[in-house]
């Protein structure tokens, strides 16, 4: 397979992660009484670990430039986000928030591709 596959799948992996892991937080809070107050923090962690998980495993198949490629992968995690949160909301507003959001996010997928290039 191409790296070009691996970093898709990557990506593809990270989206599934995040939806079923918010899925589990929605039902959390639906029968729970757990705070609706946290869910920007959750939504934050949530995103980061999946683009973190999508960097190790692209490059856990890659194998080499974890580093890259992880990155890669965050990148297009948070460009492919910021694009969907764009168009679904009316007044979408990119503030300094967003912009430490995609820093963290993307640093995560490219932690996540130095773990991942060295995992055995």
Known sequence: MTKTVHILKGLGYAYI???LVLLIYNVLLTFTSISA????MVTSFITTLSAAFG??????????KGLVYGLIVGILY???????FYLAKEKYIFDMTVLYKALLVTLAGGIGGV?????K
């Open 37 to 40: 107050e946290s869910a920007s």
């Open 78 to 84: 948070i460009i492919l986000l910021i694009t969907l």
């Open 17 to 19: 992660l995040t939806l």
């Open 115 to 119: 773990l991942g290039v060295n995992f």
């Open 55 to 64: 960097g190790f495993y692209a490059s856990k198949n890659i194998k080499e």
